[in-house]
């Protein structure tokens, strides 16, 4: 039961220009969406965060879009850095609740 | 910048011992989870824990496992007697409250032998 899904295990970009995730997910309950970053043998790191009212949300480089309609979140990253190599999850949920992750994309910046 | 911590960072144990996993949760806040990543897998969520008792629970969480707040600042996993399929990245989370962002720990890794 994959309710969050995240179809690309991978994304190569070079320094400097943009970097888009993309999120996908299944269950219209969800309210509450998160980009976490892990570097290895670490924990989830928060990134950024959307709630369901909005559609935007920018914080520095980052930004999530939300489309609810088409159950569907991205995060942006302007401009990338090799610094922001990691893999980066997709999470969501109702606020209160589990969070549900998707698989992760690895994203390389190079320079 | 309060962050969650846990304890052991790594922890090799035999099938069908019992094991603690230990986390200190962020100091105010209020709502304590546990998640774990099973090597090449997605983060799964295990249990939420709030006002000392079980708020959610996945199916995975089954009788072989147990939660704690013993004191005022840890938040325990037990499992009574290890698998192998129990080997996995454990992450703890805490949150403010039940509608804020939920902060990682750096994980325990278990080993099931």
């Known amino acids: 039961d994959q309710q969050v899904k995240q179809n690309s295990p991978s994304l190569s970009v070079q320094e400097g220009r943009i970097s888009i995730l993309n999120c996908d997910y299944t269950?219209?309950?969800?309210?509450?969406f998160l980009w976490y970053k892990k570097y290895p043998a670490e924990g989830p790191t928060f990134l950024i965060s959307i709630s369901s009212i909005k559609d935007k949300n920018e914080d520095g480089r980052f930004t999530v879009f939300l489309n609810k309609s088409a159950k569907h979140l991205s995060l942006h990253i302007v401009p990338s850095q090799p610094g922001d190599s990691a893999v980066y999850f997709c999470?969501?949920?109702?606020?209160?609740?589990?969070?549900?992750f998707g698989k992760g994309t690895s994203l390389l910046v190079t320079p | 910048e309060p962050e969650v911590t846990q304890t052991p960072s790594h922890q090799v144990t035999q099938m069908g011992q019992e094991v603690i996993l230990r986390c200190v949760p962020i100091s105010n806040h209020l709502y304590f989870y546990w998640y774990r990543q099973i090597l090449g897998q997605k983060v799964e969520f295990l249990v939420s824990f709030y006002n000392n008792e079980i708020s959610e629970k996945s199916e995975i969480f089954d009788d072989q496992f147990s939660v704690e707040r013993p004191d005022g600042s840890n938040f325990t996993l037990k499992i009574r007697s290890t698998k192998l399929e129990d080997s996995a990245m454990y992450f703890c989370a805490s949150s403010a409250s039940g509608r804020d962002t939920q902060y990682f720990g750096p994980g325990t890794r278990l080993t099931v032998l």
């Open positions: 269950n219209s309950m969800f309210d509450y």
């Open positions: 999470a969501a949920g109702r606020s209160g609740y589990a969070l549900n």
